[in-house]
Each structure stands twice: as C-alpha cells, then as structure tokens.
C-alpha cells in the first residue's frame, strides 16, 4: 500500500463523515480494508481519486492504492485500469512509481499478458532493484516465459537481499527444479519447510519435497498491502 496512506490511517478508527469528499471515500476504504474488504476498500479508493483533481499527486497514489487492492481482490482487469491511471499522471516518484509499476506487471501477469508483465518488470527495477519481491515476482515470471537463464538470475538476486525468506526459498527451489537440479531444489525447499514449517511457504516446501520430480504448481504470491 502507498505508504501517504498510513497519514490518514486514523480516520478509519472513528466513523467517517457520510458526506462524498475525498477525504471521506478514503475514511470509508480504510475501514472496509481493515475489516479484510479489499474489493470494498478498492471501490472506496477508486472513487476517491475520481472525486480528486487529476493534477494533485494524491490522486495518482489514490488509483494505484485501489490498483494494489483490486489485485489483492482478485480482479486484475479493474487494478491494471487504475494503475495505468495511476502511472499516465503526475505524483508518483520513485520507488512509489517503482512499486505500483510492479503491481502493473502483477496484473498483466494474472490476466496471462507476460508481454506487459516483463516490460513492466523491468521499468520497475530502474528504482525498486532493492526490494527483494521484485526479483522473486521476476523468477515466477520468468518460469512461465520458459526462461531458465532470467529464473536463475532473478532468483539469484532475491535471495542475496533475503537469504532466509521461506517464500523466496520456496521460489528457490521452484527455479532450481525447472532447470533440473534436483539437488539444488531438495536443498532450497528443506529450508524454507525449516524455517516456515507451520506456515504456506513451508507445507508447500516440504510437499513439494515429496513430489520431486514432478514440477509443483507455484502461483506468484503477492505480499500483504504496504
């Protein structure tokens, strides 16, 4: 999530004015996201920006929050319009630019474009090169576009910024099982099962440690809203 929203966070925490401001359609998708409504809170952020002034760098944070949440809600279609929205107006710098052109190229994957996903990918990296969802996001889609040698590079980088991340270990050992090694994919899995063995990275590991030799089906996981 666009982190201007933590600013008005609090209003969510008493009820918002029943009037249509901007300010209020941001009240109301604050209180619908905490109460686990992310389409609802997408709708509110939507229409916030509508009800903004497109010159007001609030509004392109406004439809790239509502593009982050559509993509949460399941419904990529509706977050790649916002986040183009997002992106063709002016108020996103640098690593907020950077992160909602990853949310685009999440979206373009999800609906099976990895045209626009590697495209976006890589704007995304000329600023957010540090963050290390990028480069597994990177890996995944890298599986998919049948490349081994972007997968390795990609994965390579993931785990020099977080070594002992059990979703990247995972992702790891996804790479490592596409390109044949078997050993290397045994080796990555055991520890993210160790170090995440109650959690979906960890079952997912230690299941795919049972079925190696067949290639597990690895959905791209998008982190929790920031």
């Not at 109460?35 to 939507?46: I, K, P």
């Not at 419904?75 to 990853?102: H, N, V």
């Not at 960890?202 to 049972?210: H, L, T």
């Amino acid at each position: 999530m666009i982190l201007f929203l933590a600013a008005v966070a609090a209003a969510a925490a008493t009820p918002c004015p029943d009037v249509v401001t901007p300010e209020a359609l941001v009240c109301r998708a604050l209180a619908a996201q905490k109460a686990g409504d992310d389409a609802g809170a997408a709708q509110g952020f939507e229409e916030a920006a509508k009800a903004s002034i497109d010159k007001d760098p609030k509004t392109a944070r406004l439809y790239a929050a509502a593009g982050n949440l559509w993509i949460a809600a399941g419904q990529p279609g509706k977050a790649a319009f916002d986040l183009d929205k997002a992106l063709a107006l002016p108020g996103l710098e640098a690593e907020q630019r950077g992160e909602a052109l990853l949310d685009r190229a999440r979206a373009a994957e999800a609906q099976n474009d990895l045209k626009t996903a590697r495209a976006r990918t890589s704007e995304a990296a000329a600023t957010i090169s540090g963050d290390p969802f990028l480069w597994y996001f990177s890996a995944g889609l890298a599986i998919r576009e049948g490349d081994a040698t972007t997968a390795k590079l990609a994965v390579g980088r993931a785990l020099a910024l977080a070594p002992s991340d059990p979703t990247i270990l995972f992702e790891a050992g996804h790479v490592a099982d596409f390109t044949g090694d078997d050993e290397g994919a045994r080796r990555y899995w055991a520890q993210a099962a160790a170090g995440d063995p109650n959690g979906p990275a960890g079952k997912a590991a230690a299941k795919a440690i049972e079925m190696l030799g067949v290639t597990p089906t690895v959905k791209i996981e998008s982190p929790s809203p920031k």
